[in-house]
């Protein structure tokens, strides 16, 4: 099973990325890892692609983390799509914390333009993680595996 969780920074995708893998020994991939041990991008993405497709309806997980739009296409017909979103000021909160508690104006608006880039794309589940508890959201995303066949 493949489970793509997408979304804005700092909207919790890799913490539920984690505790999916805690719980499945589900393999986790973010952003470019797909380029690990490939000679060349165009190479990559090839065997990422394919890996994911003969894994779309299998019993083992994958979970891939993604950030940016165009990577959304890697994910096979039959995976579980997560939009993962939080509010603005969760969202600059969060990020501010990576960055020492300081968060500079163009971070700020860099964030306040990227918070809703994924709000058109199609997903199977859309979870506000502004304070919603991960083990819950877990159990949603699990939950939803299930269903689908």
């Given amino acids: 099973m493949v489970i793509g969780i997408f979304g804005a920074s700092c909207t919790g995708k890799s913490s539920i990325a984690k505790e999916i893998a805690n719980r499945t020994a589900a393999q986790v991939y973010t952003g470019k890892d797909y380029l690990r041990g490939a000679r060349s991008e165009a190479e990559a993405k090839k065997q990422f692609i394919d890996m994911l497709s003969s894994n779309e309806t299998g019993n083992d997980y994958i979970v891939y983390v993604i950030t940016e739009k165009e990577h959304l296409a890697f994910l096979p017909q039959k995976a579980i ?23 500079p104006p163009p971070v700020a608006t860099m964030l306040e333009k990227m918070h809703a880039l994924f709000d058109t794309e199609t997903y199977d589940l859309k979870i506000d993680n502004t304070d919603r508890d991960i083990s819950d959201i877990c159990d949603r995303i699990l939950g939803l595996c299930t269903l689908i066949p």
Avoid: Q, S
């Avoid at 603005?88 to 990576?98: G, H, S």
């Fill in 81 to 103: 799509r997560v939009y993962m979103t939080a509010d603005i000021e969760t969202i600059k909160t969060r990020f501010a914390k990576r960055m020492n508690g300081n968060l």
